[in-house]
């Protein structure tokens, strides 16, 4: 299948789960179209079997393998998205928040990641189904992670405070990035690729994924703002900014930094007051819109391929009733680590945990969950975990994201934000 063919059919499906979803649902886009197309993939599934003649999942599947999710979302598709939330972020707020965004996005991840991780190798256990740790933390840093496709893509119709909107937004950009490098090391050390690692070299690695990617997304930004200057003509700094986000992201794979993390910085650098200066009014409307529909766009497709790649993991009985188990120790473990990583917050301003709620409520896990699931090497222990990760996935979505409006509403009544 051509590329323009795998893009038509995209656009097609898309549209027409936007119009049964606006017709009848009538949920927020990115969630109908969500809900429909796993509702078909679970339809293909149920009534394969009664055609044996015919596999039904034969083309779904030749569509999933030539899109190759992990690759084109977390070596694709990822720079534009993380590019377009860095843009979107507040930066007074976030200065104004930086260290509680700091404590959830490294600290946070951290226990998060290996709060599931022991408490899954508990569970495992105790349903006579054990695995070594190291793949329970390889499921936590898969699993930790707030994704910020889902977060963002919330935050805009909930009408949070803006304090609370820069913590929520920058978390979910920054643990992003954290999580995707802990997931690398911990796989690493769980097939045994990478052995005789001492703690000093696991933190050094660490820092030069994480903090060198910040630093080296600063540096390029602000050469960005400097080539900005140069033109005032609205479609030259249109294209500017998207060479920002693709090259950004690239040289730091190419250092072996983490791109996402660079991306966000190389984002937020065009919300500066000097970017306002060098950016007039008018290309930065054009910028805003742009970046608007493309994000739109991408995330459209991103929660499409979601509802259709439960076709690659066909979950059976055992691995459906798993999830179930794994769904509240996952909210557990991301209750625990907000509340850990930002108990000095709570114990200078306790807000009647309203905070705490909206941030363990809102820990919503998308695209990039799934794509690192469906990354794991082949074998019986990426077929136990993916299912899981894939229920995770889906109930935060579906569930923690459809009720969250009406959470937020509850603690943050408009008239008092």
Known sequence: ?????????????????????????????????????????????????????????????????????????????????????????????????????????????????????YVTYGAFALLHHPIPL??????????????????????????????????????????????VVIFGVTLGLATGESQNITLSHLALSFCQEAIGGGILGAIIGWIALQILRLTQDTHTQLLISLALATATFSIANHFEMSGAIAVVIAGMSLGTRYAHKVINDQSRHTLDTAWSLLEEILNIFLFLLIGFEILEITPTIFSILTALIVIPLSLISRSLSVFLSTLPTYLRNWD???????????????????????????????????PICYGVVIFTILVQGLTMERVARKLYPKNKT
């Open 134 to 179: 190291s793949w329970c933390i390889v499921l936590g840093a898969i699993l930790a992670p707030t994704d910020p496709v889902s977060v963002v893509g919330m935050l805009k119709r909930l009408g949070l405070p803006a304090p609370l909107q820069a913590i929520f937004a920058g978390e979910s950009l920054f643990n992003d990035g954290v999580g």
């Open 1 to 117: 299948m051509d590329t323009i063919d795998l893009i038509a059919l995209l656009l097609v499906l898309s549209s027409l789960f936007a119009i049964i979803n606006d017709r009848t649902l009538r949920l927020p886009m990115t969630i109908g179209i969500l809900l429909f197309s796993l509702l078909t993939s679970l339809f293909i599934l149920v009534l394969n079997p009664f055609i044996p003649a015919y596999d039904l999942q034969l083309i779904p599947r030749s569509v999933l393998g030539a899109i190759n999710l992990p690759k084109s979302l977390l070596n694709g598709a990822l720079s534009f998205l993380l590019f377009a939330g860095g843009m979107q972020v507040d930066l007074k707020y976030l200065k104004e928040k930086l260290a509680s965004i700091a404590a959830l996005s490294l600290l946070g991840t951290i226990l998060a990641v290996a709060l599931l991780a």
């Open 352 to 386: 009647r945990g309203r905070m705490f709620i909206i941030l363990t409520w809102g820990g919503l896990r998308g695209g990039i969950s799934i794509a690192l699931a469906l990354g794991l090497p082949p074998g019986p222990l990426r077929d136990f975990l993916l």
